[in-house]
């Protein structure tokens, strides 16, 4: 299957409202700098070299190539019977004991356990990675939900794993889920030379099926080191995955990524399971 690296993700459009959070770099999370922007004034505070961003209210809707059509690939999708309440009620889990998380602009929700090892950004939230040395954002998702935030030392904010859901329009999974997933998987890699890591092979397309069991999706993984590590990402690797859907004439992507090795993981079984829950949200 062909894997396509439009530019749609070069322009972003980041005008930010609110203060922000901003996590520190990592898959999961071993940070190499912060990028802060401020309510009232213009100011960016760089420390070291900026890698991840996490915007509030921001709006990161991709431009899609010219010329790049949409023609499903995917089996018919099948109706179901699940109706998500309004936002300002909140998304109802699907599973008994986990909490859900969705974003303020209709771009799916997905659940995570509901424990304290998970924690939950504002639905609108934006979180994604930026090249180290310039500071331009390469790659981001909204509403991120972390595993294990605070598992290394030497970066309180840095963690295991995330999720976050990605603005890909009406883009066909076959061509959204690997370009994205090469594009998160060589954000993480590059590095401050402008080269990257040598990167794992990106995966043959998974059919898979999301929202109890209703809704086909396609699943794209690819691993990779970071290609600038820092105290917590030294010697560790990261899978990316992409789970891409379409439904009522618009597509959903939800992107994880996860440190592989080291003390503690996100298990491929808890994985699945929130993969499973990855819906459209009304």
Not at 13 to 25: D, I, L, N, T, Y
Not at 136 to 143: E, G, Q, Y
């Amino acid at each position: 299957m062909n894997n396509p690296q439009s530019s749609y993700y070069d322009r972003f459009s980041a005008a930010s409202g609110e203060g922000v959070k901003v996590p520190q770099q990592g898959g999961g999370g071993g940070g190499r700098g912060k990028v802060l922007f401020g309510l009232a004034a213009a100011l960016v505070l760089i420390v070291a070299a900026v890698a991840i961003f996490a915007f509030t209210r921001g709006d990161d809707s991709p431009k899609q190539a010219a010329g790049s059509g949409s023609t499903s690939a995917l089996p018919p999708v099948k109706a179901t019977t699940w109706v998500n309440p309004t936002l300002g009620v909140g998304a109802r889990p699907l599973k008994a004991g986990w909490q859900a998380q969705q974003a303020t602009d209709g771009r799916g929700a997905f659940d995570v356990p509901k424990s304290d090892d998970w924690t939950l950004d504002s639905t609108d939230t934006l979180r994604g990675y930026g090249d180290p040395k310039t500071g331009k954002t390469l790659v981001i998702a909204k509403a991120p939900a972390a595993f294990a935030e605070g598992y290394c030392a030497q970066k309180k904010t840095a963690d295991i794993a995330w999720l976050g859901l990605v603005n890909i329009g009406k883009r066909d999974p076959s061509d959204a889920g690997p370009d994205v997933a090469q594009k998160f998987a060589d954000a993480l890699a590059i590095k401050e030379d402008g080269s990257h890591a040598q990167e794992g092979k990106l995966s043959d397309p998974k059919q898979i099926k999301v929202n109890q069991g209703t809704i086909p999706a396609l699943e794209y993984t690819i691993t990779t080191p970071v290609g600038a590590p820092d105290e917590c990402d030294k010697g560790k690797h990261y899978e990316v995955r992409t789970v891409t859907f379409s439904s009522g004439g618009k597509s959903y992507q939800l992107v994880a990524v996860r440190i592989t090795d080291g003390p503690k993981q996100l298990s491929t079984e808890t994985l699945e399971e929130i993969i499973s829950t990855f819906r459209p949200s009304n």
